[in-house]
């Protein structure tokens, strides 16, 4: 538990993470200001946590600037930022259509650079804690997943490379790097059962995670319990990055 309330900004709350998160950040005494696009999903959640809340577009650089001024103006300071907008993307290259690639790109890599833009312009000054999110997808090859690795791939990139630059100001910047979670996102794969079963197989634990598996890590990189954190890529995925899936598992035991 912090001895002083933090004053967090988390982005995209009403999503399945950003709720996770900010339901947590709740119970652990920090002040949490909502943000996100979808007006009554931050109502209904703001009700819920007695938590302000800001309606912004974070693939908008003039609203993302808007935003985080009404979150200095509504907490004073603000000591730590999580960008946990993003989007879900499963076709090869080759049937991604230019749409499409602009919308990945500017949902998850355009949202992270902003929420880093901005996060250090108001944080800078005394120092503070952003916490983005790639994807395991990042760091190892997954069939028709082109599109995400790599806006993904950027967002851990840009982690390290903003971690590089603030790190005087201490300014600490990290991510965190989750395999399938069950969200609104991946509904179309969890409630398909043969998708939901090759997803499974591909995670050495033996199941796909839930935005609370992911969560306690995000609050932990922003409390001073991780003060001297930063640069970090923390995979939270089941083992998907760095081990071999059940079914290879099984056919060498």
């Known amino acids: 538990m912090e001895e002083t309330k933090k004053n967090i900004l988390v982005l995209g709350a009403n999503g399945g993470l950003g709720s996770s998160i900010s339901r947590l950040l709740i119970s652990q005494n920090y002040n949490v200001v909502l943000a996100g696009r979808n007006k009554s999903g931050l109502e209904s ?6 938590s302000p809340f800001i309606v912004c577009d974070a693939t908008d650089f003039a609203s993302m600037a808007s935003c985080f001024e009404d979150a200095v103006i509504t907490t004073g300071q603000l000591d730590g930022v999580v960008n946990a907008v993003g989007s879900i993307h499963l076709k090869p290259a080759h049937t991604t259509t230019e749409e499409d690639w602009m919308s990945v790109l500017q949902t998850n890599l355009t949202s992270s650079f902003a ?7 108001n944080m800078m000054s005394k120092g503070g804690s952003i916490v983005l999110v790639a994807s395991a997808v990042a760091s190892t090859g997954m ?106 598992a099984k056919a060498v035991s």
């Open 45 to 50: 959640l703001s009700q819920e946590l007695g």
């Open 143 to 248: 069939p028709n997943h082109e599109a995400i690795a790599a806006a993904k791939g950027g967002v851990a990139a840009l982690a390290r490379s903003a971690a590089a630059t603030y790190a005087r100001h201490n300014l600490r910047v990290n991510c965190v790097s989750p395999g399938l979670l069950a969200t609104g996102l991946t509904r179309g794969i969890t409630t398909n059962k043969n998708q939901l079963e090759a997803s499974v197989q591909l995670h050495p634990l033996g199941r796909i995670g839930v935005p609370d598996d992911v969560s306690p890590a995000i609050e932990w990189l922003l409390s001073e319990r991780s003060s001297w954190v930063t640069g970090e890529i923390i995979n939270i995925d089941g083992g998907l990055a760095s081990l071999k899936g059940r079914v290879l």
């Open 115 to 121: 929420c880093v833009k901005y996060g250090a312009k």
